[in-house]
């Protein structure tokens, strides 16, 4: 997409040298870039540089060429804003939606996709309100890139320091590209407008100690699929995240849990007013009775103590037999395997019956199928074990076909 507008924006970090490369790249692409540094990065690179390498007159403040409403046209006209380096100030600016500078009111009134790319010493970047900041903005669809570890501005090293122009240019123009698919492709229509849908994904896993867990091989991808699906379909999202091995989608709600006990606290909390959950994680089915707080030793010459297993709650079933909200619709995966007492599919039918959920997705599950980037194959069963719809192809694909399902179960457009 050669002529794409992008504005540029620049904090005040020492790594604002690596801007002007960035700007530099991206016009040798033939992209049309406007500047907006802070401040604070005029201590680093002056004015005159961004100028004369930006085609385009540069400002800081609101109240420089008031006229034209700068931040109001720049955020209009922008298919992709990238900050970098994005400092910790920054990013806190943006988190709480302040609009004190040029760069902060842009951010405000920006449609198109934002990329950042921090910069800052380790210790602010493992900050809890940077984290948090980050979380903020994640949650909210900005694509916060994880900065690079290595030597910083003194004599210290570590995660903090800003990708090479390289990078950034690189990051920049795959968000670039992904957006233009998006406008060209046709938007799925919004039929879940106006209702709220809870979806967990990915594995939970159980402390054995403080080193080792109990875990499974899912990668959260089906259910971050369905996630993101919902959210493209105007559902309001809500993605409960133990532990997955992909970013959670832009533009949903993410709660982080790692153990099945958190899976069940997030769960229930965020299925009170919700229309739909979806329960695609993996969920253990038992725990080790103890976790001691201290590393499990290995003894010479003595074998290791048994580990004594206890059931876990089964929250799908919960869910059904006491739902926070009378209305929700309940739906479940089965991992399913075949084996002599059973097909995949019978094994899933019983499954259906046991636990009540209005659907239940059947997928089959091995090293090599159902689990990871993979394609995927459903039958969806009701609570009595009939068959109602299937659904194959990427976990995109069965993602759609699912909500296709669900939105004819809801019924109407659109919630109270
Ligand atoms: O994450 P991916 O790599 O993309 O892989 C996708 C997947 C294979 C994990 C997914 O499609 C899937 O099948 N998810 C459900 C996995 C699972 O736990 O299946 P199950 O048959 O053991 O459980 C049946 C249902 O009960 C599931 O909805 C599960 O979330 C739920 N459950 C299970 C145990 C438990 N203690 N509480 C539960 O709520």
């Given at each position: 997409m050669p002529g794409a507008h992008i504005v540029l924006g620049v904090s005040g970090g020492i790594a604002a040298y690596k801007a002007v490369l960035l700007l530099r790249l991206l016009r040798e692409r033939g992209h049309d870039v406007r500047v907006v540094p802070t401040a604070g990065a005029l201590e680093f690179v002056g004015k005159a540089t961004w100028e004369a390498l930006s085609g385009h007159p540069v400002h800081t403040s609101v109240f420089e060429g008031a006229a034209e409403v700068e931040h109001v046209m720049l955020g209009r006209s922008a298919d992709l804003l990238v900050v970098a380096p994005a400092t910790a100030d920054?990013?806190?600016?943006?988190?709480?939606?302040?609009?004190?500078?040029?760069?902060?009111?842009?951010?405000?009134?920006?449609?198109?996709?934002?990329?950042?790319?921090?910069?800052?010493?380790?210790?602010?970047?493992?900050?809890?309100?940077?984290?948090?900041?980050?979380?903020?903005l994640r949650a909210r669809g900005v694509h916060v890139m994880d900065p690079d570890s290595g030597r910083l501005t003194g004599q210290d090293s570590g995660p903090g320091r800003l990708p090479e122009p390289e990078a950034l240019e690189a990051a920049a123009l795959a968000l670039l590209a992904r957006a233009e698919g998006v406008a060209a492709e046709p938007k799925p229509a919004p039929d879940l407008a106006g209702r709220r849908i809870v979806i967990s994904a990915g594995g939970t896993r159980e402390p054995?100690?403080?080193?080792?867990?109990?875990?499974?091989?899912?990668?959260?991808?089906?259910?971050?699929?369905?996630?993101?699906?919902?959210?493209?379909?105007?559902?309001?999202?809500?993605?409960v995240?133990?532990?997955?091995?992909?970013?959670?989608?832009?533009?949903?709600?993410?709660?982080?849990?790692?153990?099945?006990?958190?899976?069940?606290?997030?769960?229930?909390?965020?299925?009170?007013?919700?229309?739909?959950?979806?329960?695609?994680?993996?969920?253990?089915?038992?725990?080790?009775?103890?976790?001691?707080?201290?590393?499990?030793?290995?003894?010479?010459?003595?074998?290791?103590?048994?580990?004594?297993?206890?059931?876990?709650?089964?929250?799908?079933?919960?869910?059904?037999?006491?739902?926070?909200?009378?209305?929700?619709?309940?739906?479940?995966?089965?991992?399913?395997?075949?084996?002599?007492?059973?097909?995949?599919?019978?094994?899933?039918?019983a499954k259906a019956r046991r636990k009540g959920a209005s659907l239940l997705a059947v997928n089959e599950v091995g090293p090599a199928v159902g689990f990871g980037d993979v394609a995927n194959q459903v039958t969806v069963l009701d609570a009595n074990g009939e068959i109602v719809g299937e659904a194959s192809g990427t976990k995109d694909d069965v993602a759609h076909g699912l909500l296709d399902l669900i939105a004819s179960r809801l019924g109407g457009v659109g919630g109270a």
């Open positions: 920054l990013l806190s600016r943006a988190a709480t939606g302040r609009a004190d500078d040029l760069l902060t009111a842009t951010l405000l009134t920006v449609t198109c996709p934002v990329l950042m790319a921090p910069a800052m010493h380790t210790e602010m970047w493992q900050h809890p309100a940077t984290v948090a900041n980050v979380a903020t054995l100690d403080p080193v080792r867990f109990l875990g499974n091989r899912s990668s959260g991808r089906q259910g971050v699929a369905i996630a993101a699906a919902a959210a493209q379909r105007g559902a309001d999202v809500e993605l995240a133990a532990n997955l091995a992909v970013p959670a989608p832009p533009g949903v709600r993410v709660t982080g849990v790692e153990t099945t006990a958190q899976l069940r606290d997030a769960v229930r909390r965020a299925a009170r007013g919700a229309d739909v959950v979806v329960m695609a994680a993996a969920v253990a089915d038992f725990r080790p009775a103890t976790a001691p707080g201290v590393k499990i030793k290995k003894v010479a010459g003595r074998p290791p103590a048994p580990i004594e297993l206890v059931e876990n709650p089964d929250i799908l079933a919960e869910l059904v037999a006491d739902p926070p909200d009378a209305r929700t619709l309940v739906v479940g995966f089965a991992a399913e395997t075949g084996d002599e007492t059973g097909s995949v599919l019978e094994h899933g039918r």
